[in-house]
């Protein structure tokens, strides 16, 4: 075993590495305990807090080790941050010879086959469309690695990515004729050759349970696998060992018969016909299902006659087009690929209509033009630890947020893992001095209908103090709308409200204007890393409890009645207590930030439970007076030098 309180030293390999590099013994202690489970082949949870620097303390032991091992991110930016900066840093402070490799799952890669079928249909481009084609095309000459976040001049969300790149259904494997060149098949490879791999969540596990992303060989030969951001593997796992059907991965289908029945079988004219007559059940089952954006249990609508009988008319449809698709498969490898992707959709749209087991949540959800089927396991903990049976590495499971209190039986026993060693780590930064915890008194009840003003008038006194520089986070999309209509041309700050670009986008210029105004809801509360006087204060409108209407969250609720437990001690609280120490977490980042956090929920008060929320975040001192907060800030030199920019809104 190494010593890593010496090489996570002031005399250390990093120290003489990474500029402005602090030694910090909690550092120290996750590098020591992550090296002893990857030795003795252990399971372990570890919840470090922010400032703790738990990338270093995993890399370490992971590049020392001498083993394969994976690491395991919650999104493709991380990924790049920890492949790109972090491994990089390891490596060359330590002089280790290790090998390492990136592997994104295959949407992240330029397919050849689907540029080269994109070109050939180029008339039904618009002539934005057609740009960036040509774009792609120059750079596809150029690329070595095929990665689509290496060409940045085309935006992530282009219409385009997905003609151009390809999915477990529509890839054509070792039949491709881009075979040999494929992207895919080259970062798969270098994988299988590397000592340390860098993947996402979702990538470990559509292999590990579904066996879908084609490096399912790499995975029995990892001796660890270490799992950052591991608050989002319930989740995650929720997903994948699930089935779902959406509206948009059958309009990839019907576009794709359609094309391929005009290159491989032109005379089979009843094939796109077929297809064509699809698309309309789809669009009407859309309609059937209400204008509204909504997440319901299929049970809500069990007896609606029209979705039903739309419902019967989409298999008896898709029966029959797979039917044809079966004739029409031996004319080429395009149609044998869309006769493949039938059949399993086929089988997924039965098991989703018929009556369910006891261990499955059936629901749906529907977004502006789109639906999504979808049959949920209440219970992703046996079907987790079977996986973990066939993988039997160590197991490295850390994240700031994975503790309610010093308790980590909500976490552990949602994915089966009571056996493993749990390790709680503080943050090492200074609360105690450098934050202010504000619980504003006399708010109305969050569900009285002028809760969100009253938010808002919270806000603006504590604005006025901070000087901008703020997160306003939401629970829900309407009272962040809500609210951005009350502060629009109304503060001194300039305001930026999610939504109205991109998140990278408002996030770079929110550092830039250095004392904005940023409104968000749920992709604000996590991933999101803003240093200095920037962000210097948070404000949190309600507490973080899941949707009493949520599908999912009212199954499991009435499955732990069943078994006399209580759903909301045993399931909503503990699940919002992580989520609200995932927002708290965006405002204290760096040794010396200061700030502000607000909750503005007044339960924390008044309910009993609010002391389980209240004792899960870092010490800091409390207050009811908002006069606190200007004498908080008086001496700050960031707020001294905050300029004011009113009414800019982005």
């Given at each position: 075993?190494?010593?890593?309180h010496?090489?996570?030293?002031?005399?250390?390999?990093?120290?003489?590495?990474?500029?402005?590099?602090?030694?910090?013994?909690?550092?120290?202690?996750?590098?020591?305990?992550?090296?002893?489970?990857?030795?003795?082949?252990?399971?372990?949870?570890?919840?470090?807090?922010?400032g703790?620097?738990?990338?270093?303390?995993y890399?370490?032991?992971?590049?020392?080790?001498?083993r394969?091992?994976?690491?395991?991110?919650?999104?493709?930016?991380?990924?790049?941050?920890?492949?790109?900066?972090?491994?990089?840093?390891?490596r060359?402070?330590?002089?280790?010879?290790?090998?390492?490799?990136?592997?994104?799952?295959r949407?992240?890669y330029l397919?050849?086959?689907?540029?080269?079928?994109?070109?050939?249909?180029?008339?039904?481009?618009?002539?934005?469309?057609?740009?960036?084609?040509?774009?792609?095309?120059?750079?596809?000459?150029?690329?070595?690695?095929?990665?689509i976040?290496?060409?940045?001049?085309?935006?992530?969300?282009s219409?385009?990515?997905?003609?151009?790149?390809s999915?477990?259904?529509?890839?054509?494997?070792q039949?491709?004729?881009?075979?040999?060149?494929?992207?895919?098949?080259?970062?798969?490879?270098?994988?299988?050759e590397?000592?340390v791999?860098?993947?996402?969540?979702?990538?470990?596990?559509?292999?590990?349970?579904?066996?879908?992303?084609?490096?399912?060989?790499?995975?029995?030969?990892v001796?660890?696998?270490?799992v950052?951001?591991?608050?989002?593997?319930?989740?995650v796992?929720?997903?994948?060992?699930?089935?779902?059907?959406?509206?948009?991965q059958?309009h990839?289908?019907?576009?794709?018969?359609?094309i391929?029945?005009?290159?491989?079988?032109?005379?089979?004219?009843?094939?796109?016909?077929?297809?064509q007559?699809?698309?309309?059940?789809l669009?009407?089952?859309?309609?059937?299902?209400?204008?509204?954006?909504?997440?319901?249990?299929?049970?809500?609508?069990?007896?609606?006659?029209?979705?039903?009988?739309?419902?019967?008319?989409?298999?008896?449809?898709?029966?029959?087009?797979?039917?044809?698709?079966?004739?029409?498969?031996?004319?080429?490898?395009?149609?044998?690929?869309?006769?493949?992707?039938?059949?399993?959709v086929l089988?997924?749209?039965?098991?989703?209509?018929e009556?369910?087991?006891?261990?499955?949540v059936?629901?749906?959800?529907?977004?502006?033009?789109?639906?999504?089927?979808?049959?949920?396991?209440?219970?992703?903990?046996?079907?987790?630890?079977?996986?973990?049976?066939?993988?039997?590495?160590?197991?490295?499971?850390?994240?700031?947020t994975?503790?309610?209190?010093?308790?980590?039986?909500?976490?552990?026993?949602?994915?089966?893992?009571?056996?493993?060693?749990?390790?709680?780590?503080?943050?090492?930064?200074?609360?105690?001095?450098?934050?202010?915890?504000?619980?504003?008194?006399?708010?109305?009840?969050?569900?009285?209908?002028?809760?969100?003003?009253?938010?808002?008038?919270?806000?603006?006194?504590?604005?006025?103090?901070?000087?901008?520089r703020?997160?306003?986070?939401?629970?829900?999309?309407?009272?962040?709308?809500?609210?951005?209509?009350?502060?629009?041309?109304?503060?001194?700050?300039?305001?930026?409200?999610?939504?109205?670009?991109?998140?990278?986008?408002?996030l770079?210029?929110?550092?830039?204007?250095?004392?904005?105004?940023?409104l968000?809801?749920?992709?604000?509360?996590?991933?999101?890393?803003?240093?200095?006087?920037?962000?210097?204060?948070?404000?949190?409108?309600?507490?973080?409890?899941?949707?009493?209407?949520d599908p999912?969250?009212?199954?499991?609720?009435?499955?732990?009645r069943?078994?006399?437990?209580?759903?909301?001690?045993?399931?909503?609280?503990?699940?919002?207590?992580?989520?609200?120490?995932?927002?708290?977490?965006?405002l204290?980042?760096?040794?010396?930030?200061?700030?502000?956090?607000?909750?503005?929920?007044p339960?924390?008060?008044?309910?009993?439970?609010g002391?389980?929320?209240?004792?899960?975040?870092?010490?800091?001192?409390?207050?009811?007076?908002?006069?606190?907060?200007?004498d908080?800030?008086?001496?700050?030199?960031?707020?001294?030098?905050?300029?004011?920019?009113?009414?800019?809104?982005?």
């Amino acid at each position: 075993m190494h010593d890593y309180h010496e090489l996570l030293g002031a005399a250390g390999p990093l120290a003489r590495h990474v500029a402005g590099f602090m030694p910090r013994a909690a550092q120290q202690q996750m590098a020591d305990a992550v090296a002893a489970a990857i030795q003795s082949h252990d399971k372990l949870i570890v919840e470090a807090g922010t400032g703790t620097g738990k990338t270093f303390a995993y890399l370490l032991p992971a590049v020392h080790s001498g083993r394969k091992v994976i690491i395991s991110t919650g999104t493709r930016h991380l990924q790049d941050q920890l492949f790109h900066n972090d491994l990089p840093v390891v490596r060359e402070a330590l002089n280790a010879p290790v090998s390492t490799a990136l592997l994104k799952g295959r949407s992240n890669y330029l397919c050849l086959h689907r540029l080269a079928l994109t070109a050939g249909e180029g008339r039904y481009l618009s002539r934005q469309q057609l740009h960036e084609l040509e774009q792609i095309r120059a750079w596809s000459g150029r690329t070595r690695r095929g990665d689509i976040a290496g060409l940045g001049e085309i935006p992530e969300d282009s219409a385009l990515w997905p003609r151009v790149t390809s999915t477990v259904d529509n890839c054509l494997g070792q039949e491709c004729e881009f075979f040999r060149d494929c992207f895919v098949v080259k970062a798969r490879r270098a994988a299988m050759e590397a000592d340390v791999v860098v993947i996402n969540h979702h990538l470990l596990f559509a292999d590990m349970v579904l066996r879908e992303e084609g490096f399912g060989e790499l995975l029995p030969g990892v001796d660890a696998i270490i799992v950052d951001e591991a608050h989002q593997i319930p989740e995650v796992a929720s997903v994948f060992f699930g089935t779902s059907i959406s509206s948009h991965q059958l309009h990839d289908l019907v576009r794709d018969i359609q094309i391929e029945s005009l290159r491989e079988a032109a005379d089979m004219s009843d094939l796109p016909e077929t297809a064509q007559q699809l698309e309309g059940i789809l669009r009407r089952i859309r309609l059937a299902l209400g204008q509204a954006d909504r997440r319901a249990a299929w049970a809500d609508i069990g007896d609606d006659r029209p979705v039903t009988e739309l419902m019967q008319e989409l298999t008896t449809v898709f029966t029959r087009l797979a039917g044809r698709l079966e004739a029409a498969a031996e004319r080429g490898k395009g149609l044998d690929n869309c006769r493949q992707r039938a059949t399993v959709v086929l089988e997924r749209l039965r098991a989703l209509l018929e009556e369910p087991s006891g261990e499955y949540v059936p629901w749906f959800e529907t977004q502006r033009q789109s639906f999504r089927l979808n049959l949920t396991p209440l219970n992703v903990a046996p079907a987790f630890t079977k996986a973990l049976e066939g993988l039997p590495g160590a197991w490295i499971f850390t994240s700031a947020t994975l503790a309610v209190g010093a308790n980590f039986s909500y976490f552990a026993s949602r994915l089966g893992l009571e056996k493993a060693r749990t390790l709680q780590l503080e943050s090492p930064f200074d609360y105690e001095h450098n934050a202010l915890l504000y619980l504003p008194e006399a708010l109305p009840d969050p569900a009285d209908r002028r809760y969100t003003q009253a938010v808002v008038d919270c806000a603006r006194a504590v604005l006025a103090a901070s000087r901008g520089r703020a997160f306003l986070l939401f629970t829900s999309h309407t009272a962040l709308q809500e609210a951005a209509a009350l502060l629009e041309g109304t503060v001194d700050y300039p305001l930026l409200v999610q939504g109205s670009a991109p998140r990278a986008d408002l996030l770079a210029r929110f550092r830039h204007l250095g004392n904005a105004i940023l409104l968000g809801t749920s992709s604000f509360w996590e991933g999101v890393d803003v240093r200095g006087g920037a962000l210097s204060c948070v404000i949190i409108d309600k507490l973080p409890f899941a949707s009493p209407g949520d599908p999912v969250l009212q199954a499991r609720s009435e499955a732990l009645r069943r078994q006399g437990r209580s759903p909301f001690l045993d399931y909503q609280l503990p699940n919002a207590v992580i989520a609200l120490k995932q927002g708290a977490g965006r405002l204290i980042r760096d040794v010396d930030d200061r700030g502000v956090l607000v909750l503005c929920d007044p339960r924390l008060r008044q309910r009993s439970y609010g002391r389980v929320f209240l004792n899960s975040l870092p010490g800091m001192p409390r207050t009811g007076n908002v006069r606190d907060i200007h004498d908080f800030f008086a001496h700050d030199v960031h707020a001294a030098t905050a300029t004011s920019v009113r009414g800019e809104t982005h």
